[in-house]
């Protein structure tokens, strides 16, 4: 099989690499760049705990070869934090306690970003809906939709709520 | 995953060309079905051809009262197109119904068509709506493309560049969705032109198909007394989700539904 010339923007940074084409996106982010926020937890596209962002749209690492994505852009969980302040969505996390064990909450962060870019007004069955390609073992998701209402509000009028 | 060669061709002739000259090729679209099935090394395909830098397979277009959807359009984009949230407002909310929206960006309509997954949605509304399939070579009637389980009238070196459909006076579609991915347990589309009326299935059999009774009725009189358990529940699928008797009666129930919100 023929390795080829990928180039791929990560989290602002530029790679030019020579990949196998069975490459997948979430392989080549844990393995090859060691940017192990993004999680694996199915093998049948449906959990989504490794969605990153493309062009502002969350969709799935675990469904995607790095071959399909020449020359384009894509944002992780390891991204979101800005001069050591968390995202509005991740610090809405923490607040609404939207975590329990903590193995869906990237995939849960970048898929309500993704959301809030569709729709920066969301209503709790708008999330519930957008929520059908995440899987949480832990929460019951109470809390997740809590943290997602108010992560919502932050991005639109960010506030300091660093406790 | 077994390894492969990939290729991302410009042209449609150019990933034909690719495509007579690998071993054992695959066209590859949004990737939602054939990814999945390649990492349960359900099949191993020598070669990948990427049909997603190919230009103008993903434009919508309206031309007097034919829609006309590329085939790589993503099941997304279809949901927010204005012309079809104008003119066909309930196959949008169909596009918007599949899976969930990672699924819905990278997953097109060409790709489910040629897939022809028994339970899938677009299949079902396709053969509802009077619609053609158009390929680089040939044009193929809605009525013959879906030929059984996974299996269509597409030669393996065939591509669907798009599918015309003609504006229906009336076009809705229901699903039972399977709770875990969404795909139809049974699903029902119904399209209305003046006074004929098309019912097709959805999730209930090997293949979609036209519940000729319903639609007969129907087309003489749209209403809600139309005779039920007309489909042979030899005839459909039992499995964990539902049985063969449970889906004849979703087919009733789903159809009413429908022509009470018409
Ligand atoms: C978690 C999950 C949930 C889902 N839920 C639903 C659901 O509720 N309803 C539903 O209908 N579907 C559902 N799907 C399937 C989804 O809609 C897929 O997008 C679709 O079946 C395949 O489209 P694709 O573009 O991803 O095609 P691919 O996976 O890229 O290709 C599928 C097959 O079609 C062939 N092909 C693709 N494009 C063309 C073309 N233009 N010409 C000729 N051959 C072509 C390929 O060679 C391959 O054999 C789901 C998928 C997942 C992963
Ligand atoms: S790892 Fe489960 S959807 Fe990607
Ligand atoms: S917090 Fe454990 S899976 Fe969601």
């Given at each position: 099989m023929h390795e080829i010339s990928v180039k791929i923007t990560i989290n602002q940074k530029d790679y030019e690499r020579n990949i196998?084409?069975?490459?997948l996106l979430v392989d080549f982010l844990r393995e090859?760049?060691?940017?192990?926020?993004?999680h694996v937890g199915c093998?049948?596209?449906?959990?989504?705990?490794c969605m990153v962002l493309h062009n502002k749209s969350a969709i799935k690492s675990?469904?995607?070869?790095?071959a399909q994505l020449n020359k384009q852009e894509i944002t992780t969980i390891?991204?979101?934090?800005k001069d050591n302040e968390l995202h509005p969505m991740q610090n809405a996390f923490r607040n609404n306690h939207g975590?329990?064990?903590?193995?869906?909450t990237p995939g849960m962060i970048m898929s309500a970003i993704s959301l809030v870019n569709e729709n920066s007004n969301p209503s709790e069955k708008d999330i519930r809906k957008y929520l059908e390609g995440n899987l949480c073992?832990?929460?019951?998701?109470q809390n997740i939709i809590k943290s997602i209402e108010e992560g919502a509000k932050d991005m639109k009028e960010p506030r300091i709520t660093n406790v | 995953m077994y390894n492969f060669n990939f290729h991302s061709p410009g042209t449609l002739d150019e990933a034909i060309n690719l495509y007579n000259n690998s071993e054992d090729p695959k066209f590859l679209a949004g990737g939602m079905t054939l990814l999945a099935s390649m990492k349960q090394r359900l099949i191993s395909p020598s070669d990948l051809i990427d049909?997603?830098?190919?230009?103008?397979?993903?434009e919508v277009s309206l031309n007097d009262k034919v829609l006309k959807i590329g085939s790589l359009c993503s099941h997304f984009k279809l949901s927010r197109n204005e012309i079809i949230n104008d003119k066909i407002k309930n196959l949008a909310k169909l596009a918007d119904g599949i899976g969930d929206p990672a699924v819905r960006k990278m997953g097109t309509i060409g790709g489910s068509i040629a897939n022809?997954?028994?339970?899938?949605?677009w299949p079902a509304a396709i053969l509802a709506l009077k619609s053609q399939i158009i390929t680089n070579s040939r044009i193929i009637s809605n009525k013959d493309f879906f030929t059984g389980m996974f299996e269509?009238?597409?030669?393996?070196?065939?591509?669907?560049t798009s599918i015309e459909i003609e504006i229906p006076d009336y076009f809705n579609y229901k699903k039972l969705p399977?709770?875990?991915?969404?795909?139809?347990i049974v699903g029902v589309a119904i399209a209305k032109y003046g006074n004929n009326v098309n019912v097709a299935i959805s999730g209930a059999s090997h293949t979609p198909f036209i519940a000729e009774t319903i639609s007969d009725y129907l087309s003489n009189n749209f209403s809600n007394d139309f005779p039920e358990k007309?489909?042979?529940?030899?005839?459909l699928n039992e499995d964990i989700h539902a049985s063969a008797e449970y889906r004849v009666n979703l087919i009733d129930v789903l159809t009413k539904q429908i022509i009470n919100e018409s």
């Open positions: 196998q084409p069975n490459t090859e760049l060691g940017l192990t926020g993004t093998d049948t596209s449906q959990c989504g705990a675990c469904s995607i070869l790095v390891e991204n979101l934090q975590l329990q064990c903590g193995f869906c073992r832990c929460t019951g998701y | 049909l997603r830098n190919i230009s103008n397979l993903s022809s997954d028994p339970a899938a949605d269509t009238l597409l030669e393996d070196n065939e591509i669907i399977n709770p875990a991915s969404r795909y139809a007309t489909i042979a529940k030899d005839d």
